[in-house]
């Protein structure tokens, strides 16, 4: 078929499926989806808490930290001894009835079966990260890889000595980052790549000794995007002052509104080809996909990346995984995987399953390490196996799960929301939508309110000293009053030297709420259709002046584009060709 026009089961707009789109599924085995995009986005982001702990007791009786709060049905096991080998969670298997509905009976497969407080894998000294591999002596670090020494950050690799980070790779000793690559002692950036020893960028490449810059290639010592002597350049830094923080954020906002005076691309991203979204970078055939790294052949994908081929609806993590479909949190090496959550490391040919560690050919299976012709949890020859998995998929047709709303799960939907694990507020549906309580009721997701901190605020985060240099050591057995949420924050030990080091003030904000400040740098994963914004001689709102004749003249040009840049967004946005006669 060539081409379709549905409507969303859930919202009811209509959506397309195009050609590519069936021939995909068609190479998947599964039927087109009945949900639009983004409501099929949501529903995957529910089974996924990226950044919230939770202090609980697990099934043996110990206190744990946790990403599943002590108010969720599910049973919750250490991670150290879910990994161990007293643990089997195929001693849950258990025989399928054709009575009931499959997600009926794997609901209560998913409450029955111990979960891992949390996924990691190859951890030192960094207790307190999560869907996190091979890392050292970090902290508060989630979907991190190979890196050392890290704080704060969020869907980082092989980075090491960095301090609240996002979406980057190859940092070292940089704090305050954004979307950056192979950068070495920058602070505050984003959209960054090759820069080194600079302060307030945004949009720069192979820049050193740069404050303030926007859009710069191949330069050194510019003060906001004006040239400087060596001798003026490092005169001028030491009067910012900028280890005070009434200095900093001084500095901080006149960035901001400098930044808004340049174009900026309607996609962003580099060494790309025929691809649309938006952060996407060296990746080729990529539609409708978001913070993509190195990847080639996806669609309707966020946060994956790492050589991930051929996939689907596939959210967050990827790491040469392929043929992956409508599943989350999953990756590692893995291959064929639809409709899963939380299953990684050589993963083959999984079906409706959670929380499998190197498995292959399983079923509705929860928990499962090292296992292959499984379902629900109980194992079978290969033929048993494949007769039986034919049948349920039959079964699943026949006897549909229809929800609380009326919404029909066949084969080929994911997860019921019902069945997530968290409110939607413990999610990352948080972070890439601008979901609320009234809407997550009406989507028929759960909504918790959090707790306030069980730490007693000590001292105000006012009350700080304004210099870095006066900060005494004792800071870090203080409880910090933020500035926003008023919770309660910690300076760790690590933390302050790196700031002293690096002459950085004290944040006035607890990493969360910094974390909510960074990504709102980050487009919603939805694409609106727009002109080019270049008037001819200058930006259409006359704020930027080009600095070259453009190939339309001095008319206005007449590119179309679908961009993550809404129209009620301040920046100015141009097409590609524009784009790139102002910048070079």
Not at 306 to 314: I, L, P, V
Not at 442 to 459: D, H, N, Q
Request: proline share 4%.
């Amino acid at each position: 078929m060539d081409r379709e026009i549905k409507d969303c089961q859930n919202c009811k707009a209509p959506f397309e499926i195009d050609s590519a789109d069936f021939a995909f599924y068609a190479k998947m085995d599964v039927p087109p989806p009945t949900w639009c995009p983004e409501c099929r986005m949501i529903r995957r982001m529910a089974f996924w808490n990226e950044r919230n702990f939770f202090k609980r007791i697990d099934e043996g009786g110990k206190a744990i930290l946790s990403t599943y709060p002590q108010e969720s049905p599910h049973k919750v096991i250490d991670r150290d001894f879910w990994w161990s080998d007293k643990f089997d969670a195929a001693s849950y298997g258990r025989d399928y009835d054709f009575s009931r509905p499959f997600f009926e009976q794997f609901g209560e497969l998913l409450l029955s079966v111990p979960l891992p407080s949390r996924l990691t894998v190859g951890l030192v000294n960094s207790d307190y990260s999560n869907a996190s591999d091979y890392i050292k002596n970090c902290y508060m670090c989630f979907n991190a890889s190979t890196s050392e020494d890290c704080f704060y950050g969020v869907f980082f690799t092989d980075s090491r000595d960095s301090v609240d980070v996002l979406d980057s790779d190859w940092l070292e000793s940089s704090w305050e980052i954004y979307s950056g690559g192979n950068c070495y002692r920058v602070f505050y950036g984003a959209r960054v790549s090759d820069c080194r020893d600079s302060y307030f960028l945004y949009n720069c490449s192979n820049v050193s000794d740069c404050f303030g810059c926007v859009n710069l290639r191949h330069k050194q010592y510019h003060i906001f995007n004006e040239p400087y002597s060596r001798e003026d350049y490092f005169r001028k830094l030491k009067e910012m002052n900028l280890g005070s923080h009434a200095s900093f954020e001084r500095w901080r906002k006149e960035f901001r509104e400098f930044v808004l005076k340049f174009p900026h691309k309607y996609i962003n991203g580099l060494s790309n080809v025929n691809v649309s979204g938006d952060d996407i970078n060296q990746a080729k055939d990529v539609k409708e996909s978001y913070e993509i790294y190195e990847a080639e052949n996806i669609a309707y994908c966020q946060s994956v990346g790492q050589h991930t081929k051929d996939s689907y609806d596939f959210t967050n993590w990827g790491r040469a995984s392929q043929l992956v479909y409508e599943s989350v949190d999953c990756g590692s090496s893995s291959r064929g995987l639809k409709f899963c959550s939380g299953c990684f490391s050589g993963c083959r040919d999984l079906e409706y399953s959670i929380s499998c560690f190197s498995s292959e050919n399983c079923f509705g299976c929860v928990g499962l390490k090292k296992k292959k012709y499984c379902i629900f949890n109980k194992q079978y020859s290969k033929e048993e196996y494949e007769k039986l998995r034919a049948k349920i998929v039959e079964h699943m047709n026949v006897m549909p799960y229809v929800d609380k709303l009326g919404r029909i799960y066949k084969y080929g939907e994911f997860f019921p929301l019902a069945m997530a694990p968290f409110a939607a507020n413990e999610t990352a549906i948080m972070d890439f939508t601008d979901m609320t309580m009234e809407k997550a009721l009406r989507y028929g997701l759960a909504w918790r309110e959090s707790k306030t901190s069980e730490y007693k605020i000590t001292i105000l985060s006012k009350d700080l000293p304004d210099h870095i240099k006066d900060v005494a050591e004792s800071v870090t057995k203080e409880a910090i009053g933020c500035t926003n949420c008023k919770q309660a924050y910690r300076i760790i030990p690590k933390e302050l030297e790196f700031y002293k080091r690096f002459q950085i003030p004290l944040p006035r904000l607890c990493h969360n709420c910094r974390f909510k400040e960074r990504i709102k740098q980050r487009n919603f994963p939805k694409l609106f259709s727009r002109n080019c914004q270049c008037a001819g001689a200058m930006s259409e709102n006359g704020i930027y002046k080009n600095t070259v004749e453009h190939i339309h003249g001095v008319s206005i040009c007449p590119n179309q584009f679908k961009t993550a840049y809404s129209p009620d967004k301040p920046e100015i946005i141009y097409c590609e060709k524009c784009y790139q006669q102002e910048v070079v």
